[in-house]
């Protein structure tokens, strides 16, 4: 096999390769600061991590109504791995004027 060539199979296998890799999960970061959930609106995928940062000196919740209910004490990290897909809304249970949205797409 010529030199040139034996480059571009070696290239072929590794990108077919890569290819077939699955996508890992991410981490996504939501701060909680002054009443607020900031980012409001997110994209994420079935098994990513929603990562709340509560940096209020008051506890708060991430609730789906029905769902799932996260309680987020003050001055502490909590976080959830989203489990199935479709776009949800979820508020503080305490604060309820505090909402966030959530577009979750297949994995």
């Given at each position: 096999m010529l030199p040139?060539?034996?480059?571009v199979a070696?290239?072929?296998v590794v990108v077919g390769a890569m290819g077939s890799i699955?996508?890992?999960a991410e981490t996504?970061?939501?701060n909680i600061d002054?009443?607020?959930f900031a980012?409001?609106?997110?994209?994420a995928k079935v098994g990513d991590t929603i990562q709340w940062v509560n940096e209020d000196v008051l506890a708060h919740t991430a609730?789906?109504?029905g769902d799932w209910d996260v309680m987020i004490p003050p001055k502490k990290t909590v976080s959830f791995v989203l489990k199935k897909a479709g776009d949800v809304e979820y508020y503080c249970r305490f604060h309820p004027n505090m909402k966030g949205r959530i577009a979750i797409a297949p994995k």
């Open positions: 040139g060539l034996k480059f070696v290239l072929g699955p996508a890992q996504i970061r939501v002054k009443l607020v980012p409001a609106n997110i994209s609730t789906v109504k």
